[in-house]
């Protein structure tokens, strides 16, 4: 070591903390002067609103129009004027208020459990303990009115208020990722595609240039280095720092997460082995060691004969409400071109056994015969992307009675009969048609131990757009990782999926 090293070393570490010294002094007076209105402040105050106002919905709903010549009685007023205050504190211990600033995905559909639950356990309390007291103020049938009346009024207030708070500037997160790479990458891709999650992506930090760069994220810049973060998180005003790093830099990773616990930012960090790791993995600890737990892969026929009961249950409901519409589409197929009404192609089912899928027609006949006509307006072949994948925006084969029902998915409404017969599922990985499948090999194979389904995470997290390992991933994800309420959810969130699609299959 020369004389001049420890020279220039203390220099540095002087550097760096007058530099710590000066963010710290940026950060306290934005706090001071208010300047801090992100996307937490403006959803909490949204849904508070939106929760309040439900309550005051469903009590007026059930006063009058529930026996409403009882009148409102005072005890039903006071239960009103306790449930409101007291509705919001256990709401906030729920965590119904917080979870939108952390998480870039949520929505109303999560939220709905603890909402049920809340009201629930609310409700009959208030009920039975104007009995224990009792007090017969509180009309039953109101009660169970105002209980069933409030969940849904609830819901869809959450639901509105996140509409306009996604238009509000306020909501929209800059965000930054630590790491290029093939992972930061993926990040990036996932982000771009999803502009509902409000997260503007401002750039990549990292040491250098990635040797590769994917065609989706080409554009997105690098600012920046590790050491010069913090100044860009708060020259960009940024509120998400996502981590994530090449794994062979761990040692950059904590001195960084250091600097910004005080900065207000919410923190992302990719896990190692992200692409096994599912929503559902559990969180333990050994001496305060954190521990990331993976559920045994398998389900039990329990499970397997609940999934089977709900996929009869509503498929059989939903033919029963939706067959004047699709008799109306069967007869618009035949009015628009010659040809069946019904398309079946061989697609690969559970256990890779192999059965035909119903789907209106939505092409002329012998479009298969033409298949190599339109080879070169794969849209995954010019993008550079994967050649396993075959969809083509703006198939000059689809009719026009097809382009509608492909823009609303109304052609996969036949896959219900499907589900009927037992080959598929309402939620399953993707049907696969036999070309795509021969690509599918060694643990991705446990991918078809659920009958395929008519939607599923591939279908809510991007459809088209997502790639074929990343698509088989997800597939792989959702059977190891199957729940009830996870399917529910993905039902719930598969129609405004739908009304956002653009038909591009």
Request: charge should be positive; include cysteine; proline fraction near 5%.
């Amino acid at each position: 070591m020369t004389t001049a090293e420890p020279v220039v070393h203390a220099a540095v570490e002087r550097d760096r903390g007058d530099r710590d010294k000066r963010t710290l002094e940026v950060l306290e007076r934005r706090r001071r002067s208010g300047l801090i209105r992100r996307r937490g402040w403006l959803v909490r105050r949204a849904l508070l609103a939106a929760d309040v106002l439900g309550l005051v919905v469903a009590f007026l709903v059930a006063e009058t129009v529930v026996a409403p010549r009882l009148g409102i009685s005072r005890g039903e007023l006071l239960a009103l004027a306790l449930t409101l205050p007291l509705f919001v504190v256990v709401a906030k211990v729920y965590g119904l208020y917080d979870r939108d600033e952390e998480r870039t995905d949520h929505g109303t559909v999560d939220d709905f459990t603890g909402v049920f639950h809340l009201v629930t356990v609310g409700a009959w309390l208030v009920l039975g303990g104007s009995r224990l007291i009792g007090s017969h103020n509180l009309d039953f049938s109101r009660v169970a009115a105002f209980w069933a009346i409030a969940i849904v009024s609830i819901s869809l207030g959450r639901a509105g208020a996140r509409t306009l708070c996604r238009r509000h500037a306020s909501y929209v997160q800059n965000a930054l990722i630590v790491g290029a790479g093939a992972v930061g990458q993926t990040v990036a891709r996932k982000l771009l595609q999803h502009p509902e999650y409000g997260v503007q992506l401002v750039g990549f930090i990292d040491s250098g240039e990635p040797a590769e760069r994917h065609p989706a994220v080409s554009a997105v810049p690098i600012l920046g280095r590790p050491d010069e973060l913090v100044e860009l998180v708060l020259l960009l005003d940024v509120e998400r720092v996502i981590f994530a790093f090449g794994w062979n830099r761990d040692s950059e990773l904590l001195p960084l997460l250091g600097l910004l616990s005080d900065l207000n930012v919410q923190i992302d960090v990719v896990p190692r082995y992200f692409e096994m790791l599912g929503a559902n993995i559990d969180i333990h600890s050994v001496e305060g060691l954190p521990l990331l737990g993976l559920r045994p892969a398998r389900l039990a026929r329990s499970s397997l004969l609940v999934k089977r009961t709900v996929d009869l249950a509503l498929s059989v409901g939903v033919l029963l409400l939706i067959s004047p519409i699709l008799m109306a589409i069967a007869l618009a197929i035949k009015l628009d071109t010659p040809g069946p009404v019904f398309f079946r192609q061989v697609r690969v089912g559970r256990g890779n056994g192999r059965f035909r899928m119903w789907k209106f027609r939505t092409m002329v006949v012998g479009a298969d015969e033409r298949k190599g006509e339109v080879a070169h307006l794969n849209k995954h072949l010019q993008a550079g992307g994967d050649p396993r994948m075959f969809k083509i925006s703006n198939d000059p084969r689809v009719t026009r009675v097809g382009r509608v029902l492909r823009r609303f998915s109304l052609d996969e409404l036949p896959q219900l009969f499907n589900v009927l017969a037992g080959q598929m599922s309402l939620v399953g990985p993707r049907p696969l048609i036999v070309d795509e499948h021969v690509h599918v090999d060694g643990w991705a194979e446990r991918r078809m131990s659920l009958r395929p389904g008519i939607t599923g995470l591939w279908q809510v997290l991007g459809r088209d757009e997502i790639p074929f390992e990343e698509m088989v991933r997800l597939d792989f994800l959702y059977v190891t990782n199957w729940s009830l309420a996870n399917d529910l959810g993905l039902m719930l969130r598969t129609p405004a999926i739908l009304a956002r699609a653009h038909g591009s299959r």
